[in-house]
């Protein structure tokens, strides 16, 4: 995900969401004369996102949607990377929102039985640590309450977020 230097990562990360056509980034574009956003590889900005240590509220929402979105991207390469980085468990508790996610509409079969085996496979790998879901600086206070008030999933998956189905609508 080269770009130009100087920006930062969850940036380029958003830059190539809205490049691979994510509904729910990107700020209104008035500088028409600019290139279309290059498309990224969906995997690779997956993996590049659960890695970052900081990104808004708005583009973590955005993760389930790629993951139901490119469904049949490389999920051994990703499984493989995310073991390699241990964040195996922020993959699975996205992949675990993306289902929740296709559940809402008919026709979503084949995506919702791929993710279901993706989440399998990578429960198989899941780390009892705890982790956030790409916020290192969350105070203890903020830390705390999610360990009581966080949703399912997050439970399952040992992840400290706020993030459930309902804000990914």
């Known amino acids: 995900m080269a770009g130009r230097k100087g920006k930062s990562r969850a940036a380029a990360i958003e830059e190539a969401l809205m490049g691979l056509g994510c509904p729910f980034v990107g700020q209104l574009r008035l500088d028409f004369d600019e290139e279309p956003m290059p498309r990224q590889d969906p995997a690779v900005v997956l993996l590049a996102a659960i890695a970052c240590e900081d990104l808004e509220p708005r583009i973590l929402r955005a993760l389930p949607w790629l993951a139901l979105e490119y469904y049949d991207l490389d ?13 195996q468990n922020r993959l699975g ?77």
């Open 75 to 87: 999920w051994n390469w990703a499984i493989k990377e995310a073991r390699r980085r241990q964040k």
């Open 93 to 169: 508790f996205v992949v675990s929102m993306a289902q929740q996610l296709g559940a809402r509409n008919y026709g979503n079969e084949e995506r919702l039985a791929i993710l279901a085996e993706i989440e399998e496979k990578l429960f198989e790998y899941r780390l009892e640590t705890e982790d956030t879901l790409c916020q290192q600086g969350m105070a203890e206070g903020s830390k705390r309450w999610l360990r009581e008030n966080r949703g399912r999933e997050a439970r399952l998956w040992n992840i400290l977020t706020d993030l459930e189905e309902e804000a990914i609508r």
